[in-house]
Nanobody, 124 residues
Framework: QVHLVESGGGLVQAGGSLRLSCAAS????????MGWFRQAPGKEREFVAA???????DYADSVKGRFTFSRDSTKNTVYLQMNGLKPEDTANYYC??????????????????WGQGTQVTVSS
């Protein structure tokens, strides 16, 4: 059974940084694609970043160069380092895990198992 627990969200000023963590249980993060989506009030869920089981990464254009995805297999945890935060980054951030071992990356929300989310608020 997949269980994903996000942490690290909070309130930060524009230009600041946060690091989100996602602790996974039930399945090893090194065998599955992992990712992050976000959803702002009144908007649809949006792909943010993902890492394949082999370590390849994919970033949304809106966060490329500011956000960095990493993985610690010994802790079965993935991270999203967010630098240069902007007010438009304000959203609930969700950790996701691929549905198939050794599967590829996807930007479709239906291709993932979801965590409960953590709120990120960036003030101007």
């Amino acid at each position: 059974q997949v269980h994903l627990v996000e942490s690290g969200g909070g309130l930060v000023q524009a230009g600041g940084s946060l690091r989100l963590s996602c602790a996974a249980s039930g399945r090893a993060v090194s065998y599955y694609a992992m990712g992050w989506f976000r959803q702002a009030p009144g908007k649809e869920r949006e792909f943010v970043a993902a890492m394949s089981w082999s370590g390849g990464t994919d970033y949304a254009d809106s966060v490329k160069g500011r956000f960095t995805f990493s993985r610690d297999s010994t802790k079965n945890t993935v991270y999203l380092q967010m630098n240069g935060l902007k007010p438009e980054d304000t959203a609930n951030y969700y950790c996701v895990q691929g549905t198939r071992a050794y599967g590829g990356l996807s930007r479709r929300s239906d291709d993932w198992y979801w965590g409960q989310g953590t709120q990120v608020t960036v003030s101007s």
